[in-house]
């Protein structure tokens, strides 16, 4: 065994590093699930994260999605609880003890499922809430008692505000993707929870990156805190590869097609910055008889949890979202991560390349430059402290039989379907207002015969 590697030299006990599961002091039941997973060894967050919280300490541990975080703080906590695993039908024997808040519905779900995984040997129970939902299903769920709760900030304040929740039992909090957290404006959601705590408790807060305000808010949620990093402060994912095309907004769409068709890529996610962007290219996609889902905050629950799991089952080839839906997904072998458009914020440019290449695989992230994003990408550079040369587009592919596009395209369901008779928020904006954020699509279309935008496949 190593001796233990990043965690702050001030803070660091004499620990060493578990190169196996079984070094690590996890009860059978939890070993068992986590050999059915699959996994041979812990991942570095783990074996680093795992025997601090089973030591009891608070933890501001750095790592980037697909690290194995969620197993780092999932397995170490339930251990904790085995001692208050019971069969009992009594709600009163199943109080909440760990509250794992995430910022998004997908990541809240995305734990949840994690929990379940790592828990199915063990008779502790757990649940996710989030919003978006009826509260009804939720409330009756609490009520009958959890010891793990899963939580996005807004709806937890929901449930705990109308009681349907009593948090005074928590023992262990772990704030997930905490600086999405912040960036979300959940600050203020997040000091109320803590009313509703016990100050007694461990605390945990993982984040792709620490700044000022994560830095803040551990000092108000946190005692003595160990800080673990498992890479270097900000660092883009080691083993994606990172290619630039430098493309004009109105033929983003077709690099995109190219990219993905010419180097065989089996499914894609799709990054723009804004819900707009999102649907247009989302529909555009589709209109081309291409399986193209699209998932943004401005999806009902539903519409989301569909549009995911088609892409997690492989049955659609390109997701289109958002930088707040997409934030913490995982999906098992992602190859490829396209920014449509670049995001605003450089740390996202990371997160977002983050969803590739997870736990050691190799993953490709393409990045579809236009003049005006220039800026965004020199700003992106300097945050990753590495020139991102572009390189030109793959030639085309041989173009396909119009027959074909036209025999997929008939398969769509028709453009009256429910978003076009109701429009959601995102829906409305199909038109051609110019009062919204616009996009390169929201320009005359590559089809001027195109039909009105459908509604979302998925
Ligand atoms: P996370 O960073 O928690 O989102 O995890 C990313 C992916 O790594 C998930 O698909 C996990 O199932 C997987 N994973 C977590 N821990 C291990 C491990 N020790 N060995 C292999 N895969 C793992």
Partial sequence: MDV?????PETTPALEVATNFDELGLAAPILAAVKEMGYKTPTPIQAQAIPLVLAGRDLMAQAQTGTGKTAAFVLPL???????????????????RALVLAPTRELAIQVHESVMDYNKHLPLRSTVVFGGVDMKVQQADLRSGVEILVATPGR?????????????????????????????????????????????????????????NIVGLARSFLQNPLKVEVARRNPPAENVEQLVHKVKEDDKLDALIRVVKTRGIAQVLVFTRTKVC?????????????QAAIIHGDKAQV????????????????????????RGLDIVELPCVVNYELPYAPEDYVHR??????????????????PDEERLLAGIERFIKRDLNASPLPEAAPPQPLRAVATVATVAPPAASSAAASPSPAGARFGRSRAEPVCALLQPPIHPAEPAIAAPQS
């Avoid at 600086?179 to 007694?200: A, S, V």
């Fill in 4 to 8: 233990i590697k990043g965690i702050t």
């Fill in 78 to 96: 339930l251990q904790k609880m085995v001692p208050h695993a019971n069969a009992s039908a009594s709600p009163a024997r199943h109080p909440v």
């Fill in 156 to 212: 937890l304040l929901d449930h705990a505000s109308s009681r349907s929740v009593l948090l005074s039992q928590v023992q262990f909090l772990v704030l997930d993707e905490a600086d999405r957290m912040l960036d979300m404006g959940f600050l203020p959601d997040l000091k109320r929870i803590l009313d509703f705590l016990p100050t007694q408790r461990q605390t945990l807060l993982f984040s792709a990156t620490f700044d000022d």
């Fill in 278 to 290: 999102a649907d247009k290219v989302g529909h555009r996609l589709q209109k081309r008889g291409i």
């Fill in 303 to 326: 519409e989301r949890f569909a549009a995911l799991e088609g892409f997690k089952q492989g049955k659609v080839q390109y997701l289109v979202a958002t930088d707040i839906a997409a």
């Fill in 353 to 370: 390349i983050g969803r590739t290449g997870r736990a050691g695989a190799s993953g490709l992230a393409v990045s579809l430059v236009s």
